[in-house]
């Protein structure tokens, strides 16, 4: 019978690897999909075994097995080449460069303290990336050049990862650095909330407003969400970043009320990984008695690519949501493929038209038809429709025109600190 799994440590042996390797790459040929190879060499492992023995050694090698399996997906594959060389296959990677988020965990997880038979241990490791089919479309290839970069790795001071291209290195770093400057900048109070109005079209009166962060950065200066929520996203400190959006904006709309304007109904955006935080309910329960803010003053938004994601739990969160008295949107409508079956199916309250469907208004003919259509399906689905992203009389005209009065964009307003959406709002809506 073929050996496939390594003794010692029970991950995929050589062999195993090799084949995994060669299904992993007609997949992706077929699919046109990419994916990365990690080659991981621990530092220093040969003065274990010199110093303590090959049985000490041994057990350090299980113990980075077992944390390895913890940090990596369940898709990937993780196999021990022999001696103290791991492989992973990190599988169906969007870009290259997130396979440096993957690196991190290793690298991270290895660092840790190992004790055994009184002794305290320390590693680090080298890791070295290939990226199919960039770096390689063959296994030897791949494997070669995964193995090259680790040793760059090794002779840029160990404990790091490298990729093949230097050139994806630097984006990788360049990413680390940012992921760094998130996390500092979560601590030092750096997001603040900008509020941009929504507007009846018909009476120019404000009926809401949507709140959005911004990242004021001490040295760079002000930061736009498109350069930084992607990576938020991905390390996970989105979390973070929507509660101190959300508990900022809560607070604010709270205040205005009490001070007798109106600021309509606050619209706030949420991600499906949030509402799907096991104390989603109760956070926002306690967020809104924190900052007196009624659910009658909240609308949340959820894309539409993010509810597609999963649209049977979306359901049922949304569902709870709703049963708050909280009104519910379809961001970014028209670009996520949603079924029909699951969108009557969703407790939604409004249809928010994309600013890419905006952008043409009136002369584009798909944008037209588009519109109208979106417009044609909120009305029969009675549902609310709102376009954001106008800049224009035109597109307003046409919109209002055509059934949708409810506006959004720079033709009304760009994003306001609080201050000057306060003024606004005393003014009764003083057009920029």
């Keep these: 019978m073929r050996k496939v799994s390594d003794s010692l440590t029970g ?49 350090v090698l299980q113990i980075i097995s077992k944390r390895l399996q913890r940090v990596v997906r369940t898709e990937d594959t993780i196999s021990r080449l022999g001696g103290d060389e791991f492989t992973i296959l990190a599988q169906d990677l969007d870009k290259g460069e997130n396979a440096s988020l993957i690196a991190e965990k290793i690298i991270s997880s290895i660092s840790k303290a190992i004790y055994i038979d009184n002794h305290t241990l320390y590693l680090t490791s080298s890791i070295g990336i290939s990226i199919f089919p960039d770096d390689g479309a063959e296994a030897d290839h791949l494997l070669k050049n995964a193995d090259a970069a680790m040793f760059r790795a090794k002779e840029e001071g160990k404990n790091n990862f490298q990729y093949y291209s230097v050139d994806m290195t630097q984006l990788a770093f360049e990413r680390v650095v940012m992921e760094a400057s ?36 001490p040295d760079v200066g002000m930061i736009f969400p498109d350069k930084f929520i992607p990576l938020a996203q991905e390390t996970g400190l989105i979390l973070a970043i929507d509660q101190k959006v959300m508990k900022a904006a809560m607070t ?65 969160i949304l569902n709870k949501i709703s049963q708050m008295g909280i009104e519910l949107a379809v961001d970014d409508f028209g670009t996520g493929y949603s079924s029909l079956s699951y969108l009557k199916r969703l407790p939604i309250d409004k249809l928010k038209i ?8 009136p002369d584009n003919e798909e944008d037209v038809g588009i519109a109208r259509a979106i417009i044609a399906l909120a009305q029969s689905l009675k549902l609310e429709v709102i376009a954001e992203g106008v800049e224009t009389k035109e597109q307003r005209d046409f919109l209002i025109q055509n059934g949708c009065t409810n506006i959004q964009g720079y033709y009304y307003s760009k994003p306001l600190p609080a201050g000057k959406m306060q003024e606004m709002l005393k003014k009764d809506l003083a057009i920029l």
């Excluded at 001070?259 to 309910?281: F, T």
């Design 182 to 217: 998130l996390r500092k900048a979560l601590s030092n109070d750096e997001f603040v909330v900008y509020f941009q109005p929504q507007v009846d079209g018909k009476t120019d009166k404000i009926i809401g407003m949507e709140a959005l962060v911004r990242w004021e950065h």
């Design 252 to 316: 604010q709309i709270a205040k205005w009320y009490k001070m007798g304007l109106n600021p309509g109904v606050l619209a706030l955006n949420l991600s499906m990984k949030q509402l799907n935080q096991g104390d989603c309910i109760e956070n926002l329960e306690q967020l809104m008695s924190d900052s007196k803010c009624k659910a009658e003053w909240l609308e949340l938004e959820v894309t539409e690519g993010e509810i597609m994601k999963n649209p049977q739990s979306a359901i049922e």
């Design 354 to 361: 994309d600013k890419s469907f905006v952008d043409g208004l």
């Design 11 to 59: 991950l995929a042996n050589r062999v195993l690897f090799n084949e995994r390797l060669q299904q992993t790459i007609e997949k992706a040929k077929q699919q046109k999909s990419s994916f990365a190879l990690l080659f991981v060499d621990l530092d220093r492992f040969k003065q274990i075994n010199d110093s303590l023995g090959h049985a000490i050694g041994d057990k």
